[in-house]
């Protein structure tokens, strides 16, 4: 075939955008370009896929093809009847296949136009009421988050959310336990002691929290529910007062079996000085925050204190029971009766035996009760054993 036959065949096949103008004159005079007598289908195919450009539903964004035909978007039940035919359209494509994909992230970009073409009144109300606080619906625009190489929409954001009106918008107050931010209904500047600063920094300052927070607080201020020896061992070393009260606590604990077993003390309820804070009976490891604030002002080392005195003089002094549970040091077997609270003395951790402590430490033999108690035991098993 020649070269301007071939040519010829070339251009009956294919459409000149630029001869438009040609052919709607041509048109006019009645005459019919070459081009359309040769391949009158393909104009038409060209019309329908411009025309089904022209209705695509305002996302410039999405590239990809229409799942069903074409959806014209022009109102919400339009809308709504795209939605359901991707649906089912959806429903008959292959599993996991390219086209059911696309066909998914068409039906989002639906329900996201069909999103914002929606009365705010249909789906919720402008206003809400929960434990007394109103609150009101705020809409933003949408937020679409695009692909930085084709543009494609990936996801987007319809913002709604609810403002508490009964507080100044711009008035956010910060709650000092929780961190949070609250409106001037939930949060009235109160001041509390925050826990977490006094046990990691010592600090007694009042601080702004709300008003959940602050009745949180309140109820567990006498709790005894703080393990300093967990949460920060190191305060013992930087507060005088906590060794001291921890001192007083563990003499107090060595003190009740001599309570609790004596008729006398029972009779007068030496323990009750201690109802208040009960866990001062029971172990010299728990604290509560008003513990804490006592020591700090000083009032609870006076309390204590005080207490601390009364029961060791029913034990040493004024109770001939309890004075005969006392103990005398087997190591110099000299001085007056020890008792295990007492400042210088020294406690056997295997027979709670108690000593001086310069010479329990200066003695570098084993205790001698333990060693006394270890004799008759072996000499126990050898009787059984010749019997």
């Given at each position: 075939?020649?070269?301007?036959e071939?040519?010829?065949?070339?251009?009956?096949?294919?459409?000149?955008?630029f001869?438009?103008?040609?052919?709607?004159?041509?048109?006019?005079?009645?005459?019919?370009?070459?081009?359309?007598?040769?391949?009158?289908?393909?104009?038409s195919?060209?019309?329908?896929?411009?025309?089904?450009?022209?209705?695509?539903?305002?996302?410039?964004?999405?590239?990809?093809?229409?799942?069903?035909?074409?959806?014209?978007?022009?109102?919400?039940?339009?809308?709504?009847?795209?939605?359901?035919?991707?649906?089912?359209?959806?429903?008959?494509?292959?599993?996991?296949?390219?086209?059911?994909?696309?066909?998914?992230?068409?039906?989002?970009?639906?329900?996201?136009?069909?999103?914002?073409?929606?009365?705010?009144?249909e789906?919720?109300?402008?206003?809400?009421?929960?434990?007394?606080?109103?609150?009101?619906?705020?809409?933003?625009?949408?937020?679409?988050?695009?692909?930085?190489?084709?543009?494609?929409?990936?996801?987007?954001?319809?913002?709604?959310?609810?403002?508490?009106?009964?507080?100044?918008?711009?008035?956010?107050?910060?709650?000092d336990?929780?961190?949070?931010?609250?409106?001037?209904?939930?949060?009235?500047?109160?001041?509390?002691?925050?826990?977490?600063?006094?046990?990691?920094?010592?600090?007694?300052?009042p601080?702004?929290?709300?008003?959940?927070?602050l009745?949180y607080?309140?109820?567990?201020?006498?709790?005894?529910?703080?393990?300093?020896?967990?949460?920060?061992?190191?305060?013992?070393?930087?507060?005088?007062?906590?060794?001291?009260?921890?001192?007083?606590?563990?003499?107090?604990?060595?003190?009740?079996?001599?309570?609790?077993?004596?008729?006398?003390?029972?009779?007068?309820?030496?323990?009750?000085?201690?109802?208040?804070?009960?866990?001062?009976?029971?172990?010299?490891?728990?604290?509560?925050?008003?513990?804490?604030?006592?020591?700090?002002?000083?009032?609870?080392?006076?309390?204590?204190?005080?207490?601390?005195?009364?029961?060791?003089?029913h034990?040493?002094?004024?109770?001939?029971?309890?004075?005969?549970?006392?103990?005398?040091c087997?190591?110099?077997?000299e001085?007056?009766?020890?008792?295990?609270?007492?400042?210088?003395?020294?406690?056997?951790?295997?027979?709670?035996?108690?000593?001086?402590?310069?010479?329990?430490?200066?003695?570098?033999?084993?205790?001698?009760?333990?060693?006394?108690?270890?004799?008759?035991?072996?000499e126990?098993?050898?009787?059984?054993?010749?019997?």
């Amino acid at each position: 075939m020649e070269y301007d036959e071939r040519l010829a065949l070339f251009r009956q096949t294919r459409l000149n955008p630029f001869d438009r103008g040609e052919e709607e004159d041509g048109l006019q005079e009645g005459k019919m370009p070459p081009q359309q007598e040769a391949r009158p289908e393909l104009f038409s195919a060209s019309r329908t896929h411009s025309s089904d450009r022209t209705m695509d539903l305002g996302l410039a964004e999405d590239h990809f093809s229409r799942p069903m035909g074409s959806f014209v978007a022009s109102d919400i039940e339009q809308l709504k009847l795209a939605i359901e035919e991707c649906k089912k359209l959806i429903l008959e494509l292959p599993e996991h296949s390219e086209r059911q994909k696309d066909t998914v992230v068409k039906l989002i970009h639906l329900r996201l136009k069909l999103q914002e073409l929606k009365d705010p009144e249909e789906d919720e109300p402008n206003l809400r009421v929960l434990l007394e606080h109103r609150f009101s619906k705020e809409k933003s625009k949408s937020v679409k988050q695009t692909c930085d190489k084709c543009s494609t929409i990936i996801w987007g954001l319809i913002q709604t959310w609810y403002t508490c009106t009964g507080g100044v918008p711009s008035e956010a107050r910060q709650c000092d336990y929780t961190g949070q931010y609250y409106c001037s209904t939930c949060h009235w500047n109160d001041t509390t002691i925050v826990p977490a600063r006094v046990i990691h920094n010592w600090e007694f300052e009042p601080r702004k929290v709300c008003r959940s927070s602050l009745r949180y607080l309140a109820l567990m201020l006498p709790r005894p529910v703080l393990k300093l020896k967990e949460i920060n061992p190191l305060l013992f070393n930087f507060v005088e007062e906590l060794v001291e009260i921890r001192k007083l606590r563990q003499d107090i604990l060595l003190m009740k079996p001599y309570f609790i077993t004596c008729k006398e003390a029972m009779e007068a309820r030496l323990l009750l000085q201690l109802q208040d804070r009960q866990h001062f009976v029971e172990n010299d490891d728990m604290y509560s925050l008003q513990d804490l604030i006592d020591i700090s002002s000083g009032r609870l080392s006076c309390s204590l204190t005080e207490i601390h005195t009364t029961f060791a003089k029913h034990i040493k002094l004024d109770c001939e029971r309890c004075q005969a549970k006392g103990f005398v040091c087997e190591l110099c077997k000299e001085g007056d009766i020890l008792f295990p609270f007492d400042s210088h003395t020294s406690v056997c951790n295997e027979c709670s035996a108690v000593f001086h402590r310069d010479c329990y430490y200066d003695n570098s033999t084993t205790c001698p009760r333990c060693a006394r108690m270890t004799d008759r035991k072996q000499e126990e098993e050898s009787d059984v054993k010749d019997a």
